[in-house]
């Protein structure tokens, strides 16, 4: 548990770091969407996990509710860059509270869209256990629009396709609301997309909600993050994601020790969990996006096998 607080205090002392410089504007909307997904190949159980975009005209971030609600705890927590370094209990306290929290039990992986330069940003990890940063361009996206027509929540939507990989993606947008984005790494549409889904229907997204009047502001609390974790190229990305899903496939607990092993100086191995089951491997796996089914567009499952 010590361990685990000191994660903590360094990965948000990073962010908060960070949020000085990165202030984005004035959220104009929030999208609540659902993401409904196959994790396993020969498996055909599905499930869901509730996520955030908020967004305005220049840049957006889609996060799990779980992440974005603590986010707005530490922004009500009244910390800077400053303060941290002077009010260390105060802060460990404050860690104390996010702990407590929910975590993301699925995806944890926060996007951010920057609609100036159409960079993508993905930030794949959770805490220290798998930290992979990669980025792609919305322009990489070539969007067939087409002529079919269906209704959203009263929204007139058109269909559109993409290749994302070895994706076929369909998406339905509404022009009536006027921004370039969506769930997940995709936008690049005129209009936000309000579902979204592959050929095979192994990933499903769909809106639920929007708050268009929204009283939050857009901080990127990662835009130092290629400094501090740097890019990784795809090839490094399969390769981390095979070496820790061996491990939780093997039974180890990668929570263990995170910001050590972080720095590269582990105390110990890893230790073994106690009562290691299949359930618990698989809520491990889903929760550390290491499943069968990831929306990578670089990853190939034989390729980490």
Avoid at 95 to 105: G, L, N, S, T
Avoid at 194 to 215: A, G, M, W
Avoid at 227 to 242: D, M, V
């Amino acid at each position: 548990m010590k361990y685990y607080f000191t994660s903590i205090f360094f990965f948000f002392s990073f962010c908060y770091t960070s949020a000085q410089e990165g202030k984005k504007g004035n959220a104009k909307l929030l999208c609540y969407y659902t993401h409904s997904f196959q994790p396993w190949q020969n498996d055909t159980s599905r499930i869901e996990g509730e996520f955030i975009l908020s967004l305005n005209e220049k840049y957006s971030e889609y996060q799990s509710i779980q992440n974005f609600n603590k986010g707005i705890v530490l922004d009500k927590g009244g910390l800077n860059g400053n303060e941290i370094s002077t009010q260390v209990s105060a802060f460990t306290s404050l860690a104390r509270v996010i702990h407590e929290m929910p975590d993301a039990k699925t995806n944890d992986i926060i996007i951010r869209k920057d609609q100036q330069n159409k960079n993508v940003y993905v930030n794949h990890g959770y805490l220290f256990v798998t930290r992979n940063l990669f980025i792609e361009s919305l322009n990489e996206l070539e969007w067939n629009v087409t002529d079919e027509i269906r209704l959203i929540h009263d929204f007139k939507c058109y269909k559109a396709l993409s290749e994302y990989g070895d994706y076929t993606i369909i998406a339905w947008f509404a022009p009536e609301i006027p921004f370039s984005d969506g769930s997940y790494t995709f936008g690049g549409l005129p209009g936000l997309i309000l579902e979204l889904y592959d050929e095979q229907r192994l990933h499903h997204f769909t809106i639920h909600k929007v708050d268009n009047n929204p009283s939050l502001l857009l901080v990127d609390r990662w835009q130092n993050s290629a400094g501090k974790f740097g890019i990784k190229t795809s090839k490094k990305i399969i390769k981390e994601i095979g070496k820790k899903r061996k491990l939780v496939e093997l039974g180890y607990n990668l929570e263990d020790d995170q910001l050590s092993r972080f720095f590269g100086q582990p105390t110990s191995p890893y230790p073994l969990i106690e009562d290691f089951t299949s359930e618990k491997k698989d809520e491990l796996l889903i929760k550390y996006s290491l499943y069968d089914n990831l929306l990578f567009k670089f990853y190939k499952l034989e390729k980490i096998q």
